[in-house]
């Protein structure tokens, strides 16, 4: 009996202490105008090497549009029981992915990709994610939130939490020039949060790019790596081809192919249709976003589905020619590379690491 009592008086209480959280919100119409909005342009700084970047007419890049985007990819407010955050998947000393062939959700889900690097992620202007389904980082970043495998939230509550927040209706007010609580709603913060990710470019103080501005040498074999990834010594070593799709200086051309890894004998064997299911053209399944290649050594696994663990592995797939199916491109054959070339690719795509942009405090967590 007193154990029956003790839960019907829990149950009551449950009931008290819900019901006075809605009786009680913090008021949504509560002014911010005392706040100052001085909107501070913010030009992100380029290596010389690299195009501009274009930035979407509604949405340029500020100071506090990128402090508070900072915020939010940092903070487990984004998730249903505020266990996970962008950054969870996204870590920045691994290039902005988690390590891991499938990334954990809430609640030990499990995505059905490997996470992706967001390293120069404001030049991807052709397709995010691995099939290219996001037009935008500003329509993109709605949907990780709701994700029933990621963040497993909804906007409604994102919104409401955002705006009953202590802090966050006046990092609003000075992003945006918002006047009251009521006016935070998803497309201000993904465009926060868009404006943050626009900010994480390279710094061009990775050995190639101090190598490719003349400004140091290489070794031999790095040398011997960087010559045969472009193509550059035919005849005298073997074209390794990798550069016409990994291309200089983002070390992507942002296109879809498919690169050999899985093997099928016609369009409908690929348990990851990819880009095809997004175009419903068949002759696009098994085509997969080429990645960025900067700071590559950082994230392994590799491939859409973290298929190899190591890099030698990656190399000795392309050395081979990869897998046959009917759109493999025409690119992925048998390169002829022997254990030094192999090393030697590997080599130089260790010059690709960004020390500076790893472990750039502008993109660490604000706390
Ligand atoms: C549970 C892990 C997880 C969380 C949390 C997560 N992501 Fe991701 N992210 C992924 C995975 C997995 C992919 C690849 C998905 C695919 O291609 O289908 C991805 C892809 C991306 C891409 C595409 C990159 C490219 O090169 O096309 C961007 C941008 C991105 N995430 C940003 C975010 C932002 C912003 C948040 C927070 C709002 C976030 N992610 C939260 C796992 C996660
Ligand atoms: C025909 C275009 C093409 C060529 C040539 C090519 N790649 Fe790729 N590469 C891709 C695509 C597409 C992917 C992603 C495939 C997937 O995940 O299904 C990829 C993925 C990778 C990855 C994994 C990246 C990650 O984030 O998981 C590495 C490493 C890589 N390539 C290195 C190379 C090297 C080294 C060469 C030359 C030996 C090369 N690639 C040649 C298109 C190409």
């Known amino acids: 009996m007193s154990r029956f009592v003790t839960i019907i008086s829990l149950l009551v209480s449950i009931l008290v202490l819900s019901c006075q959280k809605d009786e009680n919100p913090v008021p949504v ?13 913010y030009t992100p700084q380029i290596p010389s090497t690299f195009p501009g970047m274009v930035q979407p007419e509604d949405n340029k890049m500020t100071v506090d549009g990128i402090e508070l985007g900072r915020k939010l990819f940092y903070d487990p407010i984004l998730s249903v029981d505020s266990t996970l955050s962008c950054s969870s998947c996204h ?15 809430v609640n030990q889900a499990r995505t059905l990709r490997s996470s992706m690097s967001l390293v120069d992620i404001g030049y991807h202007q052709d397709g995010l994610f691995w099939d290219g389904r996001s037009a935008t980082i500003e329509e993109l970043s709605l949907l990780p939130i709701i994700d029933p495998l990621e963040m497993q939230n909804t906007w409604e509550k994102v919104e409401s939490d955002l705006r009953s927040h202590p802090k966050y209706p006046a990092d609003f007010r000075k992003a945006f020039g918002i006047t009251q609580r009521a006016d935070i ?17 390279s710094s061009g103080n990775a050995k190639f790019d101090r190598f490719f501005r003349g400004e140091i040498g290489m070794t031999e074999q790095e040398i011997d790596g960087y010559l045969m990834f472009f193509d550059l010594r035919p005849g005298e070593l073997p074209d390794a081809e990798c550069g016409h799709c990994h291309a200089a200086p983002l070390f992507t051309t942002n296109e879809f192919f498919n690169n050999g890894i899985t093997e099928s004998p016609d369009f409908n064997g690929f348990p990851d249709k990819g880009r095809g299911a997004i175009t ?11 990645p960025s290649l900067r700071n590559i050594v950082l994230s392994p696994p590799y491939m859409h589905d973290g298929r190899f663990q190591t890099l030698e592995e990656v190399i000795d797939h392309y050395n081979s020619g990869g897998k046959f199916s009917p759109n493999k491109h025409p690119l992925i054959a048998p390169l002829g590379m022997n254990e030094y070339q192999k090393e030697a690719i590997l080599a130089f795509l260790h010059t690709l690491t960004d020390t500076t942009f790893l472990q750039n405090p502008a993109y660490s967590d604000p706390k």
């Open 29 to 41: 119409e509560s002014d911010l105008t005392s706040i100052p909005y001085n909107p501070i342009s």
């Open 91 to 105: 870590n920045q000393s691994a290039n902005f992915t988690d390590n891991l062939d499938f990334s954990f959700g």
């Open 185 to 201: 709603n998803r497309d201000l913060a993904t465009k926060a949060i868009a404006q943050f990710l626009r900010s994480m470019v």
């Open 280 to 290: 419903g053209d068949p002759t696009d399944n098994g085509k997969f976003k080429v």
